[in-house]
Structures are given as structure tokens and as C-alpha cells.
């Protein structure tokens, strides 16, 4: 079954308000990639974070990294139509093996405009 | 421009049948990776390969079998012995461990 869970699997916002994705391992993670996957497209790299306790910005978007490196979050500030998709997370780590991703169970971002 | 090419985007199959599913690269990564989504689903590992003529199983290899005779290609082949052959089927390839996947656009494999 799957090793990295995402909380919630869906979120409905009105535009403009702010949304997080969450993302949790029962096992500590070497590293956490996040991917954004338009509808009818397919996943698109977004970041990378490796250091405990890493916070990474990119405009409205802010990830962050636990520093047990064990759960990770994705926040967007003010949301746009342009943000609708699903957000997946994607560790690796000594239990996944760090030749490959695991990755989490996605967080469908849909927006009510 | 470099990128990954999967064909065909749509793919129908009768039940019983294998198919084949293409990916090929020009990233000169070494790196090769298959994932399948059902609907509503996160991303399941089929089969890697970190070099050629070297491929691990995934999570889910029951059914499928790859090749990496080049190093740009990473062909697919559902069997028919994959139960719920029905899903969309991603390439991805990437530079190494730390580095990001690059994904084709997908193969959306319907089989009645």
C-alpha cells in the first residue's frame, strides 16, 4: 500500500483564498519532491527540498519540509484558476529506496471562481 | 527541444492481447521509470531502469514486462495477464537521485 499519505484528497477553494496540501511518511525521507499535474495532464516537477526543517518559495508558493523529515507542505497564497490540479509529493528515502519515488496519494485543488 | 515521447496517447486493446507502449528520451538520462494512474489515484511504480540492458521491478510489475536495449528507450508490454490492464500509463526519466522527473504526456490504454 502506499507509504506517503496526503491530507486532504480534496479541496474545493473560492478564488483568491489560500490553500495547503499536506504530505506524511511513517518512515523518515532522504528528500521531497513536489509535482503538479494539470487535468488531462501529466505530473510536472516542481521543487525539491532536503535539509530538515527547509522552507522553499516559489511567488505564491511555499513548501516546507518537517525536521523530523518526515511530512512536508505545500501552501498557496491567493489562489487563481491557474492552480487548479492535483499536487502530489514525492519522497525517497532508505525504506523506498533513493534510486526511486515513492509518491503520496495527491491533493485534488479545484477553484470556484 | 529534449523531452520524453510516449505513443500513442490513446490506445485500444481487446482483452486477452498484448500491447506495447512506447517511451523514448532524448534527455541522455540514465534513469527510466514507468508509473500507472487509475483514475483519481497517485502514481504506482511498474518497472525502473538506472542503465541499459538493467531494469528492478516496482510495486506492481505482476502482468508487465520492459526492455532497455538503448539507452533512450523503455518500452512497456502489458500482458495479458495484467488483470486491470485499463489505466494511464506514465514515462518518466530523470538526471539522477537528486534531480526531478521528467514525464511524457502519457498512454491512455483502454482494453474491452
Known amino acids: 500500500g502506499q507509504q506517503v499519505m496526503q491530507i486532504p484528497q480534496y479541496q474545493h477553494v473560492q478564488e483568491g483564498e489560500d490553500f495547503t496540501t499536506y504530505c506524511n511518511s511513517s518512515t523518515t525521507l532522504s528528500n521531497i519532491q513536489w509535482y503538479k499535474q494539470r487535468p488531462g495532464g501529466h505530473p510536472v516537477f516542481l521543487i525539491q527540498l532536503v535539509k530538515s526543517g527547509e522552507v522553499k518559495k516559489q511567488k505564491r508558493l511555499t513548501f516546507q519540509f518537517g525536521e523530523a523529515k518526515k511530512n512536508s507542505s505545500l501552501h498557496i497564497t491567493a489562489t487563481q484558476t491557474t492552480d487548479v490540479g492535483t499536487y502530489f509529493c514525492?519522497?525517497?528515502?532508505?525504506?523506498?529506496?533513493?534510486?526511486?519515488?515513492?509518491f503520496g496519494t495527491g491533493t485534488r485543488l479545484t477553484i470556484i471562481p | 527541444d529534449g523531452g520524453i515521447t510516449q505513443s500513442p496517447k490513446y490506445l485500444f486493446r481487446k482483452e486477452g492481447q498484448n500491447v506495447t507502449l512506447s517511451c523514448e528520451q532524448n534527455l541522455n538520462h540514465d534513469a527510466m521509470y514507468w508509473y500507472r494512474q487509475d483514475p483519481g489515484q497517485g502514481l504506482r511504480l511498474i518497472y525502473y531502469?538506472?542503465?541499459?540492458?538493467?531494469?528492478q521491478k516496482g510495486d506492481i510489475a505482476e502482468g508487465y514486462s520492459v526492455s532497455r536495449e538503448k539507452k533512450e528507450s523503455f518500452p512497456l508490454t502489458v500482458t495479458s495477464a495484467q488483470k486491470n490492464p485499463t489505466a494511464f500509463y506514465l514515462c518518466?526519466?530523470?538526471?539522477?537521485?537528486?534531480?526531478?522527473?521528467?514525464f511524457g504526456s502519457g498512454t491512455r490504454l483502454t482494453v474491452v
Open positions: 514525492a519522497g525517497t528515502g532508505p525504506n523506498f529506496g533513493n534510486e526511486k519515488l515513492t
Open positions: 518518466a526519466s530523470r538526471q539522477g537521485y537528486n534531480y526531478g522527473y521528467t
Open positions: 531502469s538506472q542503465i541499459v540492458n538493467d531494469f
